[in-house]
């Protein structure tokens, strides 16, 4: 793979909660900032103000903390069908689950939260009950969110985030990441990002407090 998609593993998550293996604050920020999203290049610009190079990203796989994702199969090169065979009503079926995330899927087109705001076609994130899937649900829409928002400067915010154990922990930091983005993006995009986040609360019991 040429420029891979890095994701967490299980240890590198764990060492997140407990600074088990001690590691300096470059390898440490670089791994805050692994959310399985990213690629390889997007990741090493993002610290490369650090200092943190390549080298810091191989020290993270060697040490367990971080993988690549195995790359998508290559698709098949259909020929076009021909004029008596072609059926215009038929749609091109899908190869994988739809993009349900809001701001990971604008950010895989290099667009911004602003974009969301403008285009009202896109479908809002769909809320489930509580449980294991709605914690997963509010750790990937708070690290969609520090990581493509607030970078860097997200950083403490990310740490409680990884420390965060259940709904309700994570629903605590519900207030320090709108305050975070007000400063960051400005109240417009606050807000449109907290309304979303509210919503999601809602629908699993849970309040800031």
Known sequence: ???????????????????A????????????????????SALLAQVGGMGVGEEA?????????VAPQAAEPA?????????????????PARSGPPETNLFAAYSSLGKGVDDV???????????TGGGADGYKQLYHFYTDVIGNHLGLRGYVLQVKVE????????????????????????????RAILDQLDAMLAAQGAAAR
């Open 21 to 40: 293996r001690k590691l300096d604050h470059k390898l440490r920020a670089l791994l805050l900032i692994v959310n399985g999203e990213r690629r390889k």
């Open 117 to 127: 705001l403008a285009d009202t076609a896109i479908a809002p994130v769909p809320v």
């Open 57 to 65: 990203l191989d020290t993270l796989v060697e040490l367990g903390l």
């Open 163 to 190: 420390k965060a154990g259940t709904v309700a922990e994570l629903a605590a930091l519900r207030d320090a990441l709108g305050a975070a983005l007000q400063k960051a993006k400005g109240e417009i995009t606050a």
């Open 1 to 19: 793979m040429v420029d891979p998609v890095f994701q967490k593993t299980e240890a590198g998550q764990e060492e997140i909660r407990t600074r």
């Open 75 to 91: 698709k098949p090169v259909t020929p076009p069908a021909s004029a008596t065979t072609s059926t215009p009503s038929q749609r």
